[in-house]
């Protein structure tokens, strides 16, 4: 808990040290936000904003456990107007700390209601599926055989081969957590993630990381989502093979949210409303992702649709409001 302390109030010198800039040159015409996408994507997809819109967009990208971390720090001097992308239950520990406000408009209405928050605290972009990603060259080499199931994580084969990020800074993993604790119950989630740390060679900050790792050889096997590890995968053409666990796997909400008493909430209401825009959606599908509406979208062969897929729910609320407790309990049953 007093790391968490420490990190918080990190994360505040340096929300106001990198947005200070920002407000210097701010005018009436432009937002400053954080966002948890893929900072490539993120470029585009603001750059294309600010084309159709006139409204200029200054951003700073981090994880999700780093933003949550950063607009709890500067909840009492907001620097940013919004938060686009990040696992939804980061959005759904804002909610339950009262960090974010409600939105609603004409856009957000047509979401389907599992794809939003209830009371319109944040509202969903698309969602992205847990998966396994080994490289096939490190499993030739040492004779691995791929897994198809969270039980194959666990083998002494995969000793000190295995990177996932780490939940204290990264919404895929707490997302990992969560979807154990759904599947097992909390106690053996736990004793599972006991028994898989033996396996683990890092834990990373960010969730992007362990695939990167994967792809460049450094390491032979991650857990991350499906639409990152496809799309390094065609750009790199490194030897992955993604396999999904056959007892059924979690995902995640990538979200949106207005931060309570953030700044200019009228040009944020526009940028949200936008992400909803045909424009949004296929740039979005250009990346991998599938979209929240893909009527009228050209989804990319590769892209996986999660309705053929088997999947763990997770109660998002439950988990925004456990996150401290749950993170506490792995720092002290895991990393220690």
Known sequence: MAM????VAFAFF?????????SKTASSNSIAIYTSLDESMARLLLESFTKETGIKVDFVRLATGEAAARIEAEKNRPQAALW??????GHAELKAKGLTTPYTSEATQKIPAALKDSEGYWNGL?????VFVTNTKQAEARKLTVPTSWNDLLSPQWKGLIQIPNPGTSGTSYNLITTLIESMGEEKAFEYLKNLHKNISQYTKSGAAPTKNVALGESALAIGYFHDIVRLSQESKAPLQVSFPKE???YEIAAVSLIKNGPKPELAGK???WMYSKTASQLLADYYYVPVFTEGVDLRKEAVLPTTLKLIDTNIDWAGQNKERLIDLWNSKINT
């Open 126 to 130: 698309y969602r992205g599926i847990l």
């Open 271 to 273: 940028l949200i409303d």
């Open 84 to 89: 686009l992308g990040g696992v939804g239950l």
């Open 14 to 22: 340096c929300g106001l040290f990198a947005l200070s800039g920002c």
């Open 248 to 250: 059924g796997t979690g």
């Open 4 to 7: 968490n302390r420490i990190w």
